[in-house]
């Protein structure tokens, strides 16, 4: 192969390792997925990456110009370093960038799974390549990403973009961080979960739940809402209220024209973007109304590889770490 300005793309934030040699126009030339087996440890973990970028970039390593590596926080993207993230156990402080480039000879960026994921759909996805937007994923956690005038906005410590964790009811359920009301415990797919296991037994949430396994989860609440179920009513309307006040707040401060949604509750979409789009028209000031549109992920479970890929697919955008390589 003769081709210039491949790039590898690597998500760690999901449940097993996936890779991809990616071309500059976002196209997938090959992938790999690898089991993470995170109980083993950071090193084990380090040599089935090592093993995965090797095997993307057998017999075209010297078309490659890099590779991306998207990895769950908290870590520090500019030092390329993981601190110790609640989803790998036993990592605390792998200089993750460094130890990738001395053993394979190449350089290599870290991000946040999050805002890989943002700069994929900018790039590759509903973002396209346009301006400034907020990226937001929601599942079993509320995880997001901002591209700001075309450039991944990272701040100083590169923490920036974690709307999960923004208060929107200080008097609200307590969260995974420690604190209460953080949008995430209030629109997450466990906290729809939870608000559903709590409705009355007459609800059509807990029969459905009980012909699909017996355990109440989000997607149930959405089913019955769509049946015409008065309580999983009360929880959408709730979950896209909260979700319209986390995010007016950010449309305030940053002016974005789109919110692209990802994540497994954003399969919901159907039932979400229409109640979403015009609780958020109420929260706005008059300028801002009608200026910001949501709308849904396009890459799906892509958007990490492509986003770790894309740190390197425009060198002037210098958005990754290494920037002086
Ligand atoms: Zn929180």
């Given at each position: 192969m003769t081709m210039k300005g491949l790039c590898v793309g690597i998500d760690l934030g999901g449940t097993k390792i996936a890779g991809a040699l990616v071309d500059q126009d976002g196209s997938i030339l090959r992938r790999i997925r690898l089991e993470?087996?995170?109980?083993?440890?950071p090193q084990a973990v380090i040599d089935r990456l090592v093993e995965a970028i090797v095997q993307l970039t057998d017999g075209v390593r010297s078309s490659v110009e890099g590779v991306g590596v998207a990895a769950p926080g908290p870590l520090d993207s500019r030092s390329g370093v993981v601190f110790s993230p609640p989803n790998l156990?036993?990592?605390?402080?792998?200089p993750l960038r460094q130890v990738l480039e001395d053993r394979l000879g190449v350089p290599v960026k870290l991000e946040n799974d999050a805002n890989a994921a943002a700069w994929g759909e900018y790039w590759f996805g509903a973002?396209?390549?346009?301006g400034s937007m907020i990226y937001l994923t929601v599942s079993t956690g509320v995880g997001s990403g901002l591209v700001l005038d075309g450039r991944l906005f990272r701040g100083e410590n590169t923490?920036?973009?974690?709307?999960?964790?923004?208060?929107?009811?200080?008097?609200?359920p307590p969260c995974g961080c420690g604190r209460q009301g953080c949008l995430e415990s209030l629109v997450s797919g466990t906290a729809i979960a939870k608000f559903g296991q709590t409705t009355?037994?007459?609800?059509?949430i807990h029969s459905l739940a009980a012909k699909d396994g017996g355990v109440i989860r989000a997607e149930h609440v959405f089913e019955a809402y769509r049946m015409g179920d008065a309580h999983a009513e009360k929880i959408v309307r709730q979950t896209v209220r909260y979700l319209a006040i986390g995010l007016s707040n950010l449309i305030h401060i940053f002016n974005p024209g789109k919110i692209v949604v990802g994540g497994?509750?954003?399969?919901?979409g159907d039932v979400l973007f229409p109640l979403l789009q015009e609780q958020l028209d109420s929260y706005l000031m008059a300028p801002f109304r009608g200026t910001c549109e949501a709308v849904p992920a396009a890459?799906?479970?892509?958007a990490g590889v492509l986003g770790a890929a894309a740190l390197w697919t425009d060198r002037r955008q210098q958005v990754g770490t290494g920037d002086s390589s």
């Open positions: 993470t087996r995170v109980e083993q440890g156990p036993g990592w605390v402080d792998v973002g396209q390549r346009k923490f920036a973009g974690e709307i999960g964790h923004t208060i929107v009811d200080p008097e609200g009355d037994p007459s609800s059509l497994g509750v954003s399969r919901a890459l799906g479970e892509d």
